[in-house]
């Protein structure tokens, strides 16, 4: 059942929530929404609360212009008050700076995991990522979704086959492109900010071992950062981390230790 919770600027989040026990909030990354976490959800219910939610702009969520980050972790400081004050917190790819953010900002996460936060230390980008967002931005200000999210796809690196735009999960892309540049704005230049030292709650940062070299650098710069905070790899994963890979390390991290 869709649920609405309002954030501080009137913004209505849609959420779900499923299962019982401790509440764990999911938090995805560009062009996913709530129902990215459909497949995640099952293997995490049977143990956690969990809230899957649809980020300002995205699915039944409404949303308020300008866009900041500020705004999106009031979302999270939202869903957080509506599942009783405080919370776990699973974040993927900007997601996950997202649950970062929020965490250094004094959300009441009491747990963190972060999966590939698209940090790009020691990665030079090819263009300023201002640039790259106001290119995005064109696209989309043209009616152009499709040449938004190719754009974004290529600009990650990713091979980008025409035939992707005919598969039956494109329409859902489409309908949450207008937000990618909101992601863009959130990674920013790709510089782990100073202020994640701040983050007081235990932290796991997770990436992949066939994941570009991108990926275990920021895990690394982001350890750099988060006192206390561990690691790990998940040998054979990627970006798109497989759900039953994932969940037994997310369940073992929520599940041990003081919350």
Do not use: C
């Not at 091979?159 to 937000?179: C, H, I, Q, R, Y």
């Not at 690394?220 to 390390?249: C, F, I, Y």
Request: zero cysteines.
């Amino acid at each position: 059942m869709i649920e609405f919770q309002s954030s501080a600027d009137g913004t209505e989040i849609a959420f779900e929530r499923t299962g019982e026990g401790p509440a764990l909030i999911v938090i995805g990354g560009a062009l996913n929404s709530r129902r990215s976490a459909d497949m995640l959800v099952p293997w995490l219910a049977p143990h956690f609360t969990v809230y899957a939610y649809d980020r300002r702009g995205r699915g039944e969520s409404s949303d308020t212009l300008p866009y900041s980050p500020g705004r999106e972790v009031e979302d999270l400081k939202a869903l957080i008050a509506a599942a009783g004050g405080s919370a776990y917190a699973y974040g993927h790819s900007s997601g996950a700076i997202l649950a970062l953010e929020a965490a250094a900002a004094g959300a009441a996460i009491s747990k963190l995991a972060a999966y590939e936060p698209p940090y790009l230390t020691g990665h030079a980008p090819e263009e300023p990522w201002e640039n790259f967002r106001d290119r995005v931005q064109a696209a989309l200000n043209e009616g152009d979704r499709e040449g938004a999210v190719e754009l974004f796809i290529r600009h990650t690196g990713s091979d980008f086959d025409e035939g992707s735009k005919t598969m039956p999960w494109w329409p859902a892309l489409l309908s949450v492109a207008n937000t990618l540049p909101y992601d863009l704005t959130l990674t920013s230049d790709g510089r782990v900010p100073e202020r994640l030292s701040n983050i007081q709650a235990p932290t796991l940062g997770i990436y992949g071992g066939a994941s570009p070299s991108w990926a275990g650098n920021a895990i690394n710069a982001v350890a750099a950062a988060v006192p206390g905070m561990k690691k790990e790899k998940l040998e054979g994963q990627d970006h798109a981390v497989a759900h039953d890979a994932v969940a037994p390390v997310l369940i073992d991290f929520f599940n041990s230790g003081p919350a």
